[in-house]
Nanobody
């Protein structure tokens, strides 16, 4: 089972950028699809982007398309979420999640499909 630890969150002004990291251990990251999710206070968790084990990425949320991107460095056992032009509505706890898939192109924005989760990192966008 893959263990995940997110980092890189913090306080940022509107229009700013952050890069979140999802460090993996306990198994071979290259075998896993990784999704990034977020949950704002009082709202349901939503899937943002996913990167498959073969490196293909999908952005699911219209509000982050063109602003957020996902990448992976299997050698560093880390997946990244680059967030640009942040807005107040991006304030949330951000989570990465993993699923080992035989289909190397598999990805999803459905949280129940991911059995492994990190503890989350807080991102606060405020002026």
């Amino acid at each position: 089972q893959l263990q995940l630890v997110e980092s890189g969150g913090g306080l940022v002004q509107p229009g700013g950028s952050l890069r979140l990291s999802c460090a993996a251990s306990g198994s071979t990251l290259a075998f896993y699809a990784i999704g990034w999710f977020r949950q704002a206070p009082g709202k349901e968790r939503e899937g943002l982007l996913c990167i498959s084990s073969n490196g293909g990425s999908t952005s699911y949320l219209d509000s982050v398309k063109g602003r957020f991107s996902i990448s992976r460095d299997n050698a560093k056992t880390t997946v990244y979420l680059q967030m640009n032009n942040l807005s107040l509505e991006d304030t949330a706890v951000y989570y990465c999640a993993a699923r080992r898939s035989i289909a190397r192109s598999w990805c999803s924005n459905t949280d129940i499909f991911f059995p492994s989760w990190g503890q989350g990192t807080q991102v606060t966008v405020s002026s």
